[in-house]
C-alpha cells in the first residue's frame, strides 16, 4: 500500500475528532519532546485532528515556544525526517506556552482564564486533555490543583468534556497507588481518567487477541496441557543516560514490569470475550486474569534483581539500589494455567535489543519436541513459529525451521500509527480500551509487592552485570 493510499485509510478509520486543547505539562521533559510532541505533529501533518486543536505547554520555567521547538525533533516520525513547511508553521501557531508552578494555586486560576480565551477565541467549546507527562512525585498537587480550579469541569459552556491523561508509573507501590487512584477520584470521575500504557497502543500487542480469537490452531491449544511456558522479555540496549534522575528513583521493575509487562501478560493470557465484545469485556477479563496472578513468592527467589557495572556512576548517586534489570517468575491460579511457569524479564543496557512474548508448546506424548510461537514486539514487529521438521537426507534427524512473519515484509511500507499517536487520538474520542483501568493498576501492584517489601528490607541479593551483555549470570 502506497502512503497516500495509508494515509487516507487512517483518516477513514478516525471519526471525526473534537475540537480539542492539549495541555502538556512537562512539555519540557524527555516524554514530551521524543514521544508526545512528534506524534501531535504527525496527526496535525495527516489531518486526523480537528482543525480547532490547540497545544499548550506547562513549564515552570519561562520559555518560548521557538526556543522549545529549537530542542526537539518534531519530524522524526516523518519518511528521512524531514518536516513539512506548511505542518511546521500550524504547529508553531497552535503552540503557547503557559508558565506554571505545579504548588500553586493561583497559576492554575491563570490557565483556566488561558483555556477560556482560547476557547473565546475559536468561538467554540473545546474538549480539554490535560497530560501530565511529569515526574509521578508531582502528580498529587497537579491533580488537586486542577480539581480545585475547576479544570476538570469542562469548558466554560459545560458543552466539551476534560480528561486527565496519566503516564505510568502510577504510584511506587500498591498503597501509593491506592492513594492515588483515591486522590484523583475526588475530583476526575474514573471515565476522565485515562491511564497511558503506550504498550498497549502498539501494533503487534493490538495483534495479540486478534490473533489469538482469529486462528483456530492456537485457540484450541491455549492452556496447561498444551503449553508449557510462557516467556516475556523487554531487553534494551538504552542505558539510562539522561533519565538517571527519574529511573533512580523508580528501577525496572516498577518502570516496564508492573505496567507495559504485566499488560503484556494479561493479554496472552486472559480468558477470550465475545468477537463483539465492548471495553468494558476486555478490561473485566484483564482484571478477572490478573487477579488470579499470584503475589511473588519471594521464599522460592522468584524476583531476581541486578545492577549494570557503571550504573551509580551514570546516575550520580554511589550507594544507589535500584534495579536496571529484573526477571521475575510468576504463577496464574486458574484451571487453564495451572502449573505454567511465567517468566517476566526486562533489562537495560543489554547487549540486543529484544521485546518478545514467546509461547512454548509441548505434547504430553512428545514431551522432547517443541514448537514455539513467539510475539515480536521489537525489533521488526511480527510474528514467528518454530516448527521442528525432518533434516534432508537418510537419516531421521530432526530441525528447528521458522516461519517468520514481519508487519514490514507483509504490508510493506503501509504505517500503522505510531503508539503514542494512538494514545492521543484515543484519548480525544474517549476511547478506553487501550488504556489501563484503576483496578488493573493495583492488582499488578499486588502481585508485585512482595519484592517490592524485600527488597526494601535488604540489597544483599542485588547482583551486577556488564553494560551491553546479556544480564547476570546466576
Ligand atoms: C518506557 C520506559 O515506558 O518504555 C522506558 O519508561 C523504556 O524505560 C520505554 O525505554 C520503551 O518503550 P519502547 O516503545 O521503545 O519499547
Known amino acids: 500500500m502506497d502512503k497516500e493510499s495509508s494515509v487516507k485509510n487512517r483518516q477513514q478509520a478516525i471519526p471525526a475528532l473534537e475540537p480539542a486543547i492539549f495541555v502538556i ?33 506547562i513549564s515552570r520555567k519561562e520559555i518560548t515556544p521557538e526556543k522549545l521547538l529549537a530542542g526537539v525533533e518534531l519530524c522524526v516520525l516523518e519518511e528521512d525526517n524531514v518536516c513539512d513547511p506548511a505542518t511546521l508553521e500550524r504547529f508553531r501557531k497552535a503552540l503557547r506556552m503557559v508558565q506554571l508552578d505545579p504548588v500553586k494555586k493561583e497559576d492554575y486560576d491563570m490557565l483556566l482564564t488561558t483555556l477560556n480565551g482560547i476557547e473565546t477565541a475559536h468561538g467554540m467549546c473545546m474538549n480539554r486533555l490535560y497530560y501530565l507527562a511529569i515526574p509521578p512525585q508531582v502528580y498529587e498537587p497537579v491533580i488537586q490543583n486542577l480539581g480545585v ?11 466539551a468534556v476534560s480528561r486527565l491523561l496519566v503516564e505510568k508509573p502510577f504510584g511506587y507501590d500498591l498503597t501509593s497507588a491506592e492513594d492515588l487512584i483515591k486522590n484523583t477520584g475526588r475530583y476526575f470521575h474514573e471515565d476522565q481518567v485515562f491511564r497511558i500504557d503506550h504498550y498497549l ?16 490452531v492456537f485457540a484450541s491449544l491455549w492452556d496447561h496441557e498444551h503449553i508449557s511456558a510462557i ?41 477470550l470475550p465475545a468477537e463483539s465484545a465492548d471495553s468494558l469485556t476486555l478490561h473485566k477479563a484483564k482484571q478477572v486474569l490478573l487477579n488470579a496472578v499470584q503475589p511473588i513468592d519471594m521464599r522460592k527467589h522468584a524476583a531476581l534483581r541486578a545492577q549494570y557495572v557503571g550504573y551509580r556512576e551514570a546516575v550520580g548517586n554511589l550507594h ?42 509441548v505434547s504430553a506424548d512428545m514431551p522432547r519436541m517443541r514448537n514455539k510461537l513467539t510475539f515480536r514486539l521489537q525489533p521488526n514487529e511480527g510474528i514467528d513459529i518454530e516448527l521442528t521438521a525432518k533434516r534432508p537426507g537418510y537419516e531421521n534427524k530432526t530441525e528447528i ?18 503508539a503514542y499517536e494512538r494514545v492521543l487520538v484515543d484519548a480525544v474520542r474517549g476511547d478506553h480500551s487501550l488504556f489501563a483501568t484503576s483496578q488493573e493498576i493495583l492488582a499488578a501492584w499486588r502481585v508485585l509487592q512482595p519484592a517490592l517489601d524485600s527488597w526494601q528490607q535488604s540489597s544483599e541479593d542485588l547482583l551486577t552485570y556488564e553494560l551491553g551483555s546479556n544480564g547476570p549470570t546466576t
Open 320 to 361: 544507589s539500589t535500584t534495579e536496571t534489570y529484573v526477571r521475575v517468575r510468576l504463577d496464574i491460579a486458574n484451571n487453564r494455567w495451572q502449573g505454567v511457569p511465567i517468566t517476566i524479564t526486562a533489562g537495560k543496557a543489554m547487549e540486543t535489543k529484544r521485546t518478545a512474548i514467546t509461547v512454548t508448546f
Open 149 to 159: 480550579c475547576g479544570l476538570q469541569k469542562g469548558c466554560q459552556h459545560h458543552r
Open 201 to 216: 497502543a502498539k501494533e503487534t500487542v493490538q495483534n495479540i487477541l486478534f490473533f489469538r480469537k482469529h486462528n483456530p
Open 231 to 271: 516467556d516475556i522479555e523487554m531487553l534494551e540496549r538504552l542505558d539510562v543516560k539522561g533519565r538517571g534522575e527519574f529511573y533512580d528513583n523508580v528501577g525496572a521493575l516498577r518502570d516496564v514490569v508492573q505496567n507495559h509487562l504485566m499488560q503484556l501478560l494479561a493479554l496472552v493470557t486472559l480468558e
Open 25 to 57: 505539562f512537562g512539555i519540557t521533559g524527555d516524554l514530551a519532546q521524543k514521544r508526545l510532541l512528534p506524534a501531535l505533529y504527525h496527526l496535525l501533518k495527516d489531518n486526523l485532528l480537528h482543525e480547532h486543536t490547540e497545544i499548550v505547554g
Open 401 to 418: 525451521v521458522q516461519m517468520d512473519f514481519s508487519y514490514r515484509g507483509v504490508l510493506g511500507n503501509a504505517e500503522h500509527p505510531d
